[in-house]
């Protein structure tokens, strides 16, 4: 069974992946099952990238820093050459970079709506649509898009641009999915529930009972640790999850189970 999880000689190509965020766990969770990987995001979280970068090179594993604004087609275009000048492929895409917008729907600019629909949902799709075009020359590749528990229903909190983006990512996935299943790309989407900590939801720590009431809300009574979103990732990446496409797999304590 061993093998169904093995990546040796794969390349994986992840956005969002600096320290802090669940990007860098999956991040090493692909490496050790023995990728070479392209970690990247924003150059302002330059220092974050290179320590994800590193913790995968102290356990032994090949690791490559990009930069990359998804909002730009240009960015996204040189980060993805800069990934095939370097290893020759991309076998593996992690769709995960994102951003949050906890802010009620009447105090909300049309800039601030347009740069989270952008980042969470245009950047998906930009980025999809460039590594598509590797993986379509070569017949074969993994997608994992990131959506969020958010995608099908709402939580406590005021956030409908990031609901509408990250439903607009699911329907983005099934979408991709179909075009490309014939040319055996496999194409899926985790939804993660609420991870504790990390950079998103680190901000929820200052409302005094937030994290707890949020914790009793899931099935396990707990919030989710973030080396917890490994084992999934690691399953859509391999040949385990070979004949599984345009699925939403929910990761969430069982918050949505209610």
């Known amino acids: 069974m061993s093998s169904l999880f093995d990546l040796s000689g794969k390349t994986a190509f992840i956005t969002g992946a600096g320290m802090g965020g669940l990007g860098a766990q999956s991040a090493m969770a692909l490496a050790e099952a023995g990728c070479k990987m392209a970690v990247a995001d924003l150059p302002s979280r330059e220092e974050d990238l290179h320590q994800t970068m590193k913790a995968i090179q102290e356990t032994g594993g090949e690791a490559i820093t990009v930069p990359i604004d998804v909002t730009s087609e240009d960015s ?125 939801t680190q901000p929820l720590a200052d409302q005094p009972g937030r994290l707890e009431s949020m914790a009793e809300r899931t099935l396990l009574g707990r919030l989710g640790k973030p080396e917890e979103i490994k084992g999934v990732v690691l399953f859509l990446a391999s040949q385990a999850s070979d004949y599984m496409t345009g699925q939403l797999l929910l990761i969430d304590g069982g918050w949505s189970a209610w």
């Open 76 to 200: 996204v275009d040189q980060a993805v050459r800069t990934v095939v000048d370097t290893y020759g492929n991309i076998d593996i895409l992690h769709n995960n970079a994102g951003a949050m917008l906890r802010k009620p729907t009447v105090d909300t600019s049309l800039e601030e709506w347009q740069r989270i629909i952008d980042v969470n949902l245009t950047g998906s799709w930009l980025v999809a649509r460039r590594v598509g075009r590797e993986m379509l020359g070569q017949n074969s590749g993994k997608i994992i898009n990131v959506s969020s528990l958010y995608s099908n229903l709402v939580g406590p909190l005021p956030e409908p641009a990031y609901y509408a983006s990250k439903s607009g990512v699911v329907n983005l996935t099934r979408g991709l999915a179909s075009e490309w299943g014939k040319n055996n790309i496999q194409v899926n989407c985790i939804a993660p529930g609420v991870f504790y900590p990390t950079n998103m």
